[in-house]
Protein backbone atom coordinates (compact mmCIF):
# COMPACT_ATOMS: atom_id res chain seq x y z
CA UNK A 1 0.00 0.00 0.00
CA UNK A 2 1.70 3.48 -1.28
CA UNK A 3 1.89 5.94 1.43
CA UNK A 4 -0.49 8.64 2.35
CA UNK A 5 0.27 11.63 0.50
CA UNK A 6 -0.56 14.87 2.64
CA UNK A 7 -3.39 16.98 2.21
CA UNK A 8 -3.06 20.24 0.19
CA UNK A 9 -3.77 21.92 3.72
CA UNK A 10 -1.02 19.97 5.49
CA UNK A 11 1.68 20.66 3.01
CA UNK A 12 4.25 23.14 4.76
CA UNK A 13 4.87 25.91 1.91
CA UNK A 14 8.60 26.22 0.83
CA UNK A 15 9.08 29.77 2.25
CA UNK A 16 7.69 28.15 6.15
CA UNK A 17 11.30 26.52 7.17
CA UNK A 18 12.95 30.11 6.07
CA UNK A 19 10.38 31.91 8.14
CA UNK A 20 10.33 29.78 11.55
CA UNK A 21 14.02 29.93 10.98
CA UNK A 22 14.23 33.65 10.82
CA UNK A 23 11.95 34.16 14.07
CA UNK A 24 14.49 32.12 15.91
CA UNK A 25 17.39 34.37 14.86
CA UNK A 26 15.48 37.81 15.50
CA UNK A 27 14.35 36.33 18.94
CA UNK A 28 17.93 35.38 19.57
CA UNK A 29 18.93 38.90 18.38
CA UNK A 30 16.33 40.07 20.73
CA UNK A 31 17.85 38.46 24.28
CA UNK A 32 21.23 38.85 22.79
CA UNK A 33 20.22 42.83 22.97
CA UNK A 34 18.62 42.95 25.75
CA UNK A 35 21.87 41.06 28.26
CA UNK A 36 23.83 44.26 26.40
CA UNK A 37 21.64 46.61 27.47
CA UNK A 38 21.53 45.05 30.37
CA UNK A 39 24.93 45.27 31.32
CA UNK A 40 25.51 48.68 29.99
CA UNK A 41 23.00 50.05 32.72
CA UNK A 42 24.49 48.13 35.29
CA UNK A 43 27.74 49.50 34.51
CA UNK A 44 26.15 52.63 34.45
CA UNK A 45 24.54 52.63 37.26
CA UNK A 46 27.62 50.99 38.80
CA UNK A 47 29.59 53.79 37.83
CA UNK A 48 26.97 56.40 39.05
CA UNK A 49 26.56 54.63 42.65
CA UNK A 50 30.37 54.68 43.17
CA UNK A 51 30.72 58.46 42.08
CA UNK A 52 27.93 59.40 44.50
CA UNK A 53 29.62 57.33 47.32
CA UNK A 54 32.86 59.35 46.59
CA UNK A 55 31.41 62.21 46.47
CA UNK A 56 29.91 61.90 50.26
CA UNK A 57 33.12 59.88 51.33
CA UNK A 58 34.49 63.64 50.75
CA UNK A 59 32.89 65.19 53.86
CA UNK A 60 34.21 62.51 55.74
CA UNK A 61 37.20 64.81 56.13
CA UNK A 62 39.75 61.68 56.86
CA UNK A 63 42.12 63.18 54.35
CA UNK A 64 42.67 66.69 52.46
CA UNK A 65 40.76 67.56 49.71
CA UNK A 66 42.52 68.50 46.07
CA UNK A 67 40.93 71.23 44.16
CA UNK A 68 41.54 72.71 41.13
CA UNK A 69 41.20 76.32 40.42
CA UNK A 70 40.74 76.69 36.30
CA UNK A 71 41.24 80.31 35.13
CA UNK A 72 40.17 81.20 31.97
CA UNK A 73 39.63 84.49 29.98
CA UNK A 74 36.14 85.44 29.13
CA UNK A 75 35.09 85.04 26.01
CA UNK A 76 34.90 88.28 23.65
CA UNK A 77 37.28 89.97 26.63
CA UNK A 78 40.55 91.43 26.82
CA UNK A 79 43.38 89.06 28.55
CA UNK A 80 43.75 89.30 32.21
CA UNK A 81 46.92 91.39 33.68
CA UNK A 82 49.71 88.59 34.31
CA UNK A 83 49.81 90.49 37.91
CA UNK A 84 46.32 89.93 38.45
CA UNK A 85 46.63 86.41 37.62
CA UNK A 86 49.90 86.40 39.79
CA UNK A 87 47.96 88.23 43.16
CA UNK A 88 45.49 84.81 42.79
CA UNK A 89 47.67 82.53 43.09
CA UNK A 90 49.60 83.85 45.69
CA UNK A 91 46.67 84.54 48.00
CA UNK A 92 45.72 80.84 47.69
CA UNK A 93 47.80 79.65 51.03
CA UNK A 94 46.43 82.29 52.52
CA UNK A 95 42.77 80.79 51.57
CA UNK A 96 43.83 77.32 52.86
CA UNK A 97 45.41 78.76 56.12
CA UNK A 98 42.08 80.23 56.80
CA UNK A 99 39.93 77.72 56.05
CA UNK A 100 42.17 75.38 57.82
CA UNK A 101 41.47 77.48 60.66
CA UNK A 102 37.80 77.45 60.74
CA UNK A 103 37.86 73.57 60.34
CA UNK A 104 39.69 73.18 63.87
CA UNK A 105 37.86 76.04 65.50
CA UNK A 106 34.77 73.81 64.77
CA UNK A 107 36.03 70.05 65.29
CA UNK A 108 38.76 71.00 68.21
CA UNK A 109 41.64 70.46 66.41
CA UNK A 110 42.54 68.87 63.14
CA UNK A 111 45.64 67.05 61.74
CA UNK A 112 45.22 67.58 57.91
CA UNK A 113 43.83 70.90 56.31
CA UNK A 114 40.52 70.43 54.99
CA UNK A 115 41.89 71.83 51.05
CA UNK A 116 44.89 71.79 48.95
CA UNK A 117 44.02 74.25 46.05
CA UNK A 118 46.02 74.57 42.92
CA UNK A 119 45.76 77.02 40.24
CA UNK A 120 45.86 76.05 36.51
CA UNK A 121 45.13 78.51 33.41
CA UNK A 122 44.71 81.11 32.06
CA UNK A 123 43.55 79.29 29.00
CA UNK A 124 43.47 81.77 26.39
CA UNK A 125 40.93 82.12 23.09
CA UNK A 126 38.17 79.49 25.54
CA UNK A 127 34.29 79.38 24.00
CA UNK A 128 31.64 80.68 26.79
CA UNK A 129 30.89 78.23 29.32
CA UNK A 130 26.96 76.78 28.70
CA UNK A 131 24.27 77.98 30.32
CA UNK A 132 20.74 75.82 30.93
CA UNK A 133 18.10 77.96 29.21
CA UNK A 134 15.92 77.03 31.64
CA UNK A 135 15.27 74.32 34.68
CA UNK A 136 13.19 71.78 32.13
CA UNK A 137 14.05 68.12 32.02
CA UNK A 138 15.57 68.22 28.74
CA UNK A 139 16.96 71.92 29.01
CA UNK A 140 19.28 69.97 31.83
CA UNK A 141 20.13 67.10 29.97
CA UNK A 142 21.24 69.71 26.95
CA UNK A 143 22.87 71.31 29.27
CA UNK A 144 24.79 68.49 30.96
CA UNK A 145 25.62 67.49 27.41
CA UNK A 146 27.07 70.50 26.63
CA UNK A 147 28.75 70.88 29.57
CA UNK A 148 30.80 67.64 29.04
CA UNK A 149 31.86 69.36 25.46
CA UNK A 150 33.04 72.47 27.02
CA UNK A 151 35.02 70.91 29.79
CA UNK A 152 36.48 68.24 27.84
CA UNK A 153 37.85 71.19 25.34
CA UNK A 154 39.14 73.31 28.59
CA UNK A 155 40.94 70.70 30.82
CA UNK A 156 43.13 69.76 28.58
CA UNK A 157 44.37 72.84 27.38
CA UNK A 158 44.70 73.97 31.06
CA UNK A 159 46.84 70.54 32.19
CA UNK A 160 43.99 69.34 34.57
CA UNK A 161 43.53 65.91 35.15
CA UNK A 162 39.96 66.04 36.32
CA UNK A 163 40.39 62.43 38.11
CA UNK A 164 43.17 63.97 40.44
CA UNK A 165 40.66 66.41 41.71
CA UNK A 166 38.05 66.02 44.38
CA UNK A 167 36.55 69.28 42.88
CA UNK A 168 37.11 72.20 40.11
CA UNK A 169 36.05 75.84 39.92
CA UNK A 170 36.85 77.56 37.35
CA UNK A 171 37.16 81.03 36.78
CA UNK A 172 36.32 83.12 33.49
CA UNK A 173 38.19 86.37 34.51
CA UNK A 174 38.24 89.56 32.06
CA UNK A 175 39.22 93.30 32.88
CA UNK A 176 37.10 95.59 35.02
CA UNK A 177 35.09 97.91 33.26
CA UNK A 178 35.05 100.55 35.82
CA UNK A 179 37.63 101.78 38.37
CA UNK A 180 35.80 102.67 41.07
CA UNK A 181 33.86 98.77 41.24
CA UNK A 182 34.42 94.88 39.48
CA UNK A 183 31.69 92.04 39.54
CA UNK A 184 31.99 88.95 40.65
CA UNK A 185 29.84 86.09 40.47
CA UNK A 186 29.61 82.10 40.93
CA UNK A 187 27.55 79.15 39.93
CA UNK A 188 27.69 75.69 41.06
CA UNK A 189 26.56 72.06 41.04
CA UNK A 190 24.93 71.44 44.36
CA UNK A 191 27.05 68.53 45.78
CA UNK A 192 28.46 68.10 42.48
CA UNK A 193 32.06 68.22 41.20
CA UNK A 194 32.10 71.29 39.34
CA UNK A 195 31.61 75.00 40.23
CA UNK A 196 32.15 78.33 38.07
CA UNK A 197 33.07 81.93 39.12
CA UNK A 198 32.25 85.05 36.80
CA UNK A 199 34.73 88.12 37.68
CA UNK A 200 36.42 91.64 36.38
CA UNK A 201 39.96 90.82 38.11
CA UNK A 202 42.43 92.74 38.76
CA UNK A 203 45.04 93.21 41.88
CA UNK A 204 42.43 93.99 43.78
CA UNK A 205 40.01 91.64 43.53
CA UNK A 206 42.16 88.39 44.87
CA UNK A 207 40.88 87.80 48.07
CA UNK A 208 36.88 88.67 47.10
CA UNK A 209 37.61 86.17 44.16
CA UNK A 210 38.98 83.63 45.79
CA UNK A 211 35.67 84.51 48.92
CA UNK A 212 33.23 83.41 46.02
CA UNK A 213 35.51 80.61 44.57
CA UNK A 214 35.19 79.09 48.49
CA UNK A 215 31.30 79.51 48.47
CA UNK A 216 31.04 77.87 45.39
CA UNK A 217 33.34 74.72 46.63
CA UNK A 218 31.29 74.48 49.31
CA UNK A 219 28.56 74.24 47.59
CA UNK A 220 29.20 71.29 45.56
CA UNK A 221 30.03 69.48 49.40
CA UNK A 222 26.58 69.99 50.33
CA UNK A 223 25.91 73.64 51.47
CA UNK A 224 23.41 76.19 50.50
CA UNK A 225 23.37 79.40 50.34
CA UNK A 226 22.97 81.77 53.71
CA UNK A 227 21.08 85.10 52.85
CA UNK A 228 17.76 86.20 51.44
CA UNK A 229 16.44 86.92 48.28
CA UNK A 230 17.54 90.36 48.48
CA UNK A 231 21.05 89.51 49.54
CA UNK A 232 21.67 89.93 53.31
CA UNK A 233 22.47 87.39 55.55
CA UNK A 234 19.86 85.17 56.99
CA UNK A 235 19.83 85.28 60.60
CA UNK A 236 21.38 82.86 62.27
CA UNK A 237 22.63 80.73 59.47
CA UNK A 238 24.22 83.71 57.68
CA UNK A 239 26.57 84.86 60.61
CA UNK A 240 29.49 83.16 61.49
CA UNK A 241 29.32 84.60 65.31
CA UNK A 242 24.97 84.50 65.76
CA UNK A 243 25.56 84.68 69.71
CA UNK A 244 27.77 87.84 69.48
CA UNK A 245 27.19 90.66 72.04
CA UNK A 246 26.56 93.33 70.63
CA UNK A 247 25.66 90.87 67.74
CA UNK A 248 26.63 93.39 65.15
CA UNK A 249 28.75 94.79 63.65
CA UNK A 250 30.05 90.97 63.01
CA UNK A 251 33.81 90.52 62.35
CA UNK A 252 33.60 87.82 59.74
CA UNK A 253 31.56 86.95 56.16
CA UNK A 254 30.03 83.52 56.27
CA UNK A 255 31.34 81.48 53.11
CA UNK A 256 27.40 80.92 51.95
CA UNK A 257 26.43 84.66 52.58
CA UNK A 258 27.88 87.67 50.48
CA UNK A 259 28.76 90.31 53.08
CA UNK A 260 29.80 91.11 56.13
CA UNK A 261 27.10 92.31 57.90
CA UNK A 262 27.63 95.78 59.43
CA UNK A 263 24.07 95.87 61.24
CA UNK A 264 20.48 94.24 60.81
CA UNK A 265 19.98 96.37 56.99
CA UNK A 266 23.62 96.74 56.52
CA UNK A 267 26.31 94.81 54.95
CA UNK A 268 29.82 95.34 53.21
CA UNK A 269 31.78 92.66 50.68
CA UNK A 270 34.76 91.14 52.75
CA UNK A 271 37.94 93.05 52.01
CA UNK A 272 40.87 90.26 52.83
CA UNK A 273 40.55 86.33 53.85
CA UNK A 274 41.16 87.26 57.39
CA UNK A 275 37.26 87.97 57.22
CA UNK A 276 35.96 84.82 55.81
CA UNK A 277 34.37 82.71 58.44
CA UNK A 278 32.50 79.20 58.50
CA UNK A 279 29.36 79.19 60.60
CA UNK A 280 27.54 76.20 62.48
CA UNK A 281 24.89 76.01 59.51
CA UNK A 282 27.56 75.78 56.93
CA UNK A 283 29.81 73.25 59.05
CA UNK A 284 27.33 70.90 59.89
CA UNK A 285 26.36 71.08 56.21
CA UNK A 286 29.84 70.21 55.04
CA UNK A 287 30.72 67.26 57.86
CA UNK A 288 32.56 69.73 59.83
CA UNK A 289 30.27 69.74 62.74
CA UNK A 290 27.38 66.78 63.60
Given amino acids: MPPRQPEASERRPPWATFDR ?46 VAIVLVDAPGAAPV ?10 RTPALEARLASEMARHRGGASEPPFRFRVFGSVADAPACPVPASDGVVDLARHALAMRAWLAE ?21 PPEHETRARVEG ?9 FVDVELDETMADLTLFVVTHELMHTLGAEDSYDATG ?24 MARNRPLSPT ?15 VTARAIGWRR
Fill in 21 to 66: VAKTARSRFFYVRVALLSFVLFVVVLVAVRDVWSRRARTSWDRTLD
Fill in 81 to 90: SGAALQALRD
Fill in 154 to 174: IDPRAGVVPDHFDARVYVAAR
Fill in 187 to 195: RSEQGGRIG
Fill in 232 to 255: RALVPAGLVEPDRQPRYPQRFAEA
Fill in 266 to 280: DEVPPETLDELGVGD
